[in-house]
Each structure stands twice: as structure tokens, then as C-alpha cells.
């Protein structure tokens, strides 16, 4: 299940730092296509805190397993990227709005990945806590 979720996380968070790199170039072509909704405020709030919730849960169920930190490492850099792109107005600052979501979505994502190996790479052994 570990491995699913973070797969689906790395999947999501790649998704999104697309769409943050890409708002800004089609911001006037999503009206027309019904999709005007991706670029408000709102959905990418909700999604930028889905994102972090998820990654969160996901990383902590991880470390339980393999005791490993380097995800946490790409987590927390990733949260504050994320963060500091939803609190930039993307229309008075688009540009630097879409750098930080799509450097922050990309972290988390690494961070999922990163997760993602460390927990393939554990060896249960009589050296571990959490036998399989």
C-alpha cells in the first residue's frame, strides 16, 4: 500500500507542477475550453494542501518502515516552495508564481520517489524493528 501511494504522490505532484509551469501560457485558453476552473485561486489551494496532506502521510508510513531521511529532505524545501507560490498573486507575479509551485511540486514528487526507494531498498533482518 506504501508503495501505491507513493506512486499515485509522485504522479499527482508531477501532474501539478505541469499545470503550474503551463498556467500561465494557457490561462486564456482554458475559459474556452471549459476548464477555467484550473486556474482559479481556489482549486490549486485545495490542491496544493491535498498535496502536502498526502505527502506527508505517505513519507511518515515510509519512514516508520525504512528510518530513512532524504525524503523529508526534498519534503520540507518542496512544502515551502509550494507554499510561498500560492501566497504570490499569480496575476501580479505569474512567472515567479509558476517557478515556485512548479519547483515545489517537482521536490514533493522527488520526495515521493525518493520514499518510494528507500522503501523497496529495505532489508528486513533481525537488525529490524518492523519485521515483515
Same mark, same amino acid.
Given at each position: 500500500?506504501?508503495?501505491?501511494?507513493?506512486? &499515485?504522490?509522485?504522479?499527482?505532484?508531477?501532474?501539478?507542477?505541469?499545470?503550474?509551469?503551463?498556467?500561465?501560457?494557457?490561462? @486564456?485558453?482554458?475559459? @474556452?475550453?471549459?476548464?477555467?476552473?484550473?486556474?482559479?485561486?481556489?482549486?490549486?489551494?485545495?490542491?496544493?494542501?491535498?498535496? &502536502?496532506?498526502?505527502?506527508?502521510?505517505?513519507?511518515?508510513?515510509?519512514?516508520?518502515?525504512?528510518?530513512?531521511?532524504?525524503?523529508?529532505?526534498?519534503?520540507?524545501?518542496?512544502?515551502?516552495?509550494?507554499?510561498?507560490? &500560492? &501566497?504570490? $498573486?499569480?496575476? $501580479?507575479?505569474?512567472?515567479?508564481?509558476?517557478?515556485?509551485?512548479?519547483?515545489?511540486?517537482?521536490?514533493?514528487?522527488?520526495?515521493?520517489?525518493? $520514499?518510494?526507494?528507500?522503501?523497496?531498498?529495505?532489508?528486513?533482518?533481525? $537488525?529490524?524493528?518492523?519485521? @515483515?
Amino acid at each position: 500500500m506504501a508503495q501505491f501511494t507513493d506512486r &499515485i504522490g509522485a504522479t499527482a505532484s508531477f501532474v501539478c507542477a505541469l499545470h503550474c509551469a503551463a498556467l500561465p501560457l494557457v490561462v @486564456a485558453l482554458l475559459p @474556452a475550453l471549459g476548464l477555467g476552473f484550473l486556474a482559479s485561486h481556489l482549486f490549486e489551494r485545495v490542491f496544493v494542501v491535498c498535496a &502536502i496532506l498526502f505527502a506527508t502521510a505517505s513519507l511518515t508510513f515510509g519512514f516508520r518502515k525504512h528510518q530513512g531521511k532524504a525524503a523529508f529532505a526534498l519534503l520540507l524545501p518542496g512544502v515551502v516552495l509550494l507554499v510561498m507560490g &500560492i &501566497i504570490i $498573486n499569480l496575476h $501580479n507575479s505569474p512567472l515567479l508564481h509558476a517557478v515556485l509551485v512548479s519547483c515545489g511540486g517537482s521536490l514533493v514528487a522527488l520526495a515521493h520517489l525518493t $520514499n518510494l526507494r528507500l522503501g523497496s531498498a529495505h532489508v528486513h533482518d533481525e $537488525n529490524c524493528r518492523h519485521p @515483515a
